[in-house]
């Protein structure tokens, strides 16, 4: 069974995950220039935006216009080089979960991944069909109003005079394929991190039903004793892997909310209005699957302290006890998913950056009365 399949999918589409099956020398060159194509777009989209916010530093409604724009940029470069980067890590990640002893082995554990894993693949597409919703409307304001006036969809230093109709229509369709490229990417990487946290729990669920039966079949314990192990080392390597990615996340998404509502507070333009409203509800998805999932994983390894102390684990036998007390005790630990390796996600962390943003958005706007 292949897992996480959408969102593989997802990324390949957008250049950040070959697939397996293109592993002629002539496929994978055509797959990397590709890659180098998206690279390369949202990159210098990236830049023009970057140069144009220092170039605007002494107007401050400048810098709101494009501020929350740029950062969302930046983070997809981030997740695209981290994607890039960690291809070998996330394929030993799948591999550790289509293993032995995590690999499912019977109907049953075949339905509790499938449960899983259906969950995750759910909540990318509904992420997916808000991401398409807010591009389209995006894409369809910028066409009536700047298109119309031959303006750019968004403000951007550029080193030629585009005043041209060829050469404006070739720089509107780089910002539009850029702001595509970037906003699906990020969605990729987000459901991908929160899908390696989804099979966390999952494991945990199997791990479960199989303590459970032991007291009929103790030769089973020492699996579940290596599977416990390995779930431990598969959240480790998740959170070594993905920490400077979730980091900035929280990061940024607490900056792009402060810029968004201030934005939002002193646009007169109804279209911009739903924009940016389109836009802060994308971000705060973003940031609450991650707080969601992560919160998710801390409480199901808790459960499993208690679902071990439901079982007659007094009528085993002591090397059967001994083993289930090194799970219990390792247990005793949850599994935490950190940004920054301090600050765990969880739902209150969630709202601890929603009251930071909106008193960050308080102090903005009394500064510019």
Known sequence: MHILKSNFNLLTIFGCWRPDSW????????????????F??????????????????????????NFFTLIALCSACCKLFVLLINRKSIIMLVDILMDKPCRPSESTEMKILYKFDKSIQIN????????????????????????????LMYKAWLPFDY???ILFY????????????????SIGCDTLICGLLVHICCQIEILTYRLRKIMSYSNMLRDCVYQHYHIFRFAVIVNAKFSLT??????MSTVILCFSLYHLSRTTSKAKYLETTLYICCFLTQLFIYCWYGNEVKVKSYEMIDKIFEMKWLTL???????????MRQALVPIQIKCAYTVPMNLNSFMN?????????????????
Do not use: C, P
């Open 163 to 165: 005043s041209s109709a």
């Open 40 to 65: 390369l777009l949202v990159h210098t989209f990236m830049l023009s935006q970057l140069v144009d916010v220092i170039l605007t530093l002494s107007n401050a409604e400048d810098i709101s216009d």
């Open 246 to 251: 979730i980091t900035l996340q929280f990061v």
């Open 353 to 369: 950056i929603l009251k930071m943003s909106y008193s960050t958005y308080n102090l903005l706007q009394h500064i510019d009365k």
């Open 170 to 185: 070739v720089t509107y369709i780089h910002q539009m394929m850029g702001m595509i490229a970037a906003i699906f990417l």
């Open 124 to 151: 990318t597409w509904r992420f997916v069909h808000l991401a398409m919703v807010t591009v389209s409307i995006v894409i369809l304001s910028s066409l009536f109003i700047n298109f119309r006036n031959s303006k």
């Open 23 to 38: 592993s002629s020398l002539h496929k994978r060159l055509v797959y990397y220039t590709y890659t180098s194509i998206i």
């Open 317 to 327: 036998d002591e090397n059967s006890k001994k083993s289930l007390i090194m799970i």
